[in-house]
């Protein structure tokens, strides 16, 4: 082996070497930066978000069930099958609107004698075939309340782009287990 070659691997080592602590400086970093607006996307999420209360099927609305832990609720025991999406004009009970959140919908309920809002609440709702529903929900401290699975946001007047960011924010992900 000629002296020139036993000095040429070192370098070739050291080199590999700053390649490799290169690359894996980049990786981490760009875990960092994917983990950072991952984290930044969750936190910008609209809404308070309810722990998971699960999604057991009951027999019906009077069958013993454990609390809810938002009102109107945001996921727990419910009927097995849903209420049809689109506007309601009577209150649905929230063992059955539990069901259609967990089939990715989004319920937009309201409080309040208010002709005008409903129409409103009615035209958002109508941009979307299905998995939106518009209903009234009497005795409810909130003019609007809007609930997907595990979320709850509410108003004292309509905000269009509100609403709309919730729905679209929400409305479609399948919470069956």
Known sequence: ?????????PRRRATQQRRTFVL????????????????RAQANLPGVQFPDQGNLHIASPETPH??????????GPHLPYIAP????TRPIV???QV?????????VQYNC?????????????????????????????????LTAWTRLDTLDELDEGRITRFIEAYRGIDHHK
């Open 24 to 39: 894996v400086a980049i990786a981490v970093l760009a875990a960092a930066v994917v983990g950072y607006f991952a984290y």
């Open 85 to 88: 999406w689109g506007l309601h």
């Open 1 to 9: 082996m000629a002296k020139g070659e036993r000095r040429g691997r």
């Open 66 to 75: 454990e609390k809810y832990n938002s009102d109107p609720p945001t996921s």
């Open 99 to 107: 069901h259609n959140l967990e089939d990715g919908g989004v319920v």
């Open 113 to 145: 004698e208010c002709p005008d809002l409903v129409a409103k609440l009615k035209a958002i709702v109508d941009r979307y075939d299905r998995q939106v529903i518009v209903a009234p929900y009497p005795g409810m401290p909130y003019k609007i309340a």
């Open 94 to 96: 929230r063992e059955l």
